[in-house]
Every structure is written in C-alpha cells, then in structure tokens.
C-alpha cells in the first residue's frame, strides 16, 4: 500500500509542534493556575456530529476522551471514536485526534492553546492538522467560551478550513442538570476538489445546538439538538453525504 506523503507529515506536525508547546512553557513563567489532571471519558452517542456534521455517518458511535497532563498547565488530550466507514472520512472506521495544548490565566480567563492531529485510520490518506485557540471564563454558574480552529491548506481537506465559535454552559444551582449551546461559522479556501466538500459540504455555513445533561455520580446523560446553514446537499457522492441538517442526538458518558 502507498503511503500519501501529506499523509505521512500530518502526524509528524502534531509531534513536532507538541514539542514546541512544552518548550514554550518551560521558557515562560505562568501564572497561578489550576493544575491539569488525568481523565477519561466514554461516550456513546445516536450519531457522532461535529460542528453542525456528522463524522460516523448519521449511525451512534463510541467516543473515548483521555487527558494525559504532563505539567499543571500543559497536556495531551486524545480521543478515540468509531466512524463506520464514513464517507466524509474515507470510507474509515476509526478516527484519533492528538491534541498536545498549554494554558494560562489572565485576568480571570482560561487561554488555552495547541494543535491538533486529526488521524483516520483506512487507506484514504486523509488525515489532517488543526491550530487551536480558545478563552474561556467562568462568572458564577456560567461559563463562556470563545475560539478558532485554523487547518491550512492541505490536500487531505481540499483547501484550507477556519471554524469561529462561541459557547457558553450554566449549572442550575441545586439540580443535577445543565444546560448549553452554542453556535459557529466555517469558512475557508477551497482548490475545486471533492475533498473540499468533506469539511464543508455546501461552502461556508453557519452552524447552532442546544442541550441539556443530567449528572449522576460518575456518569451522566443528555440531549443534544444542532443544526446548520448548509443548503440541500446533492445526491451523496465521494466525502459527501446528507447527514449535515437538523438532528436530535442523545448520549451517555461516563467519567473514569
């Protein structure tokens, strides 16, 4: 089997870049901080959507969430989740993201900052890397959230890729449920190849969901609703298919 170099960097970047964000933290002082701690979460979901789409096919997955800290304010984040051969990723059943980030604290917001490794396991040669940015700050039971993921122009993508969004969730005091929702706008450049199509089925759009999660002890539950801007998608073809509109999506975790 053939290897796409492209395909054979993207991994490499991921490390390469983890390493600069570990030297950066050691070379710069940070402030005091709450300290990273090691984490796992298992999801299982009806259908395993990001920013508006569907990454399994419109068909429930098994998601995996790990946080490996390395210091208090540096760490890897991994997930693992099952994609049945989705069109949108090649025909792969399996998909990893690496995730090495650093954070501060600044006048009472979180910054948090990284890259991240999308890698699919089949033969498409489709994996791709993201930069990361995001703030985040906590105002009694509420929290919000603004930030970007930036993919330049790689092939696996058919361009270029920039997600813009904002988010916010609140704890109702004395309940055991919490309420969210957010929204985000995709845009980018695009080199007229089917691949193009895989992040952004339609060109940009604008994406939105609200949810609602029940915690018990170490799991919880919920419901989530998302939908998009994107027009009718044509017939389904390569790294395209129709599951990009409204879907209410129920899931379970449970924390390790």
């Known amino acids: 089997m053939q290897t796409n170099p ?3 960097r993207a991994p490499c970047l991921v490390i390469v870049l983890g390493v600069i964000l570990a030297c950066m933290h050691f070379s710069a002082p940070s402030q005091a901080q709450a300290a990273r701690s090691f984490g796992v979460i298992l999801e299982g979901t009806t259908d395993l959507r990001d920013r508006g789409i569907s990454w399994s096919g419109g068909k429930s997955a098994l998601q995996l969430d790990a946080t490996l800290p390395i210091t208090p ?6 997930k693992a989740a099952t994609l049945h051969g989705s069109q949108r990723h090649g025909g792969s059943d ?10 501060i604290y600044l006048s009472g917001w979180r910054l948090a900052y990284g890259v991240t490794g999308h890698v699919f396991i089949g033969e498409g040669g489709l994996n791709f890397v993201e930069l990361d940015g995001s703030a985040t700050r906590s105002i009694g039971p509420l929290q919000v959230a603004a930030g970007a993921s930036f993919a330049p122009s790689q092939k696996a993508i058919g361009g270029s890729n920039l997600y813009l969004h ?7 005091p004395g309940s055991p449920f919490t309420i969210y ?3 985000g706008h995709t845009l980018g450049s695009n080199d007229d190849t089917p691949r193009a199509r895989r992040l952004r089925p339609d060109g940009d ?3 939105w969901y609200v949810g609602a999660e029940h915690v018990s002890g170490p799991g919880a539950i919920g419901l989530r609703y998302s939908d998009t ?5 044509p017939d389904p073809s390569e ?5 990009t509109g409204a879907k209410l999506v129920g899931y379970a975790r449970v924390f390790f």
């Open 6 to 8: 492209s395909t054979r």
């Open 73 to 78: 304010d540096l760490a890897i984040d991994v």
């Open 94 to 103: 399996f998909g990893l993201a690496i995730s090495p980030n650093h954070q």
């Open 166 to 172: 904002a988010d916010a969730v609140i704890g109702i």
């Open 181 to 183: 929702g957010g929204a």
């Open 205 to 207: 759009y604008t994406d």
């Open 229 to 233: 801007a994107i027009g009718v998608v």
């Open 239 to 243: 790294y395209l298919d129709k599951h």
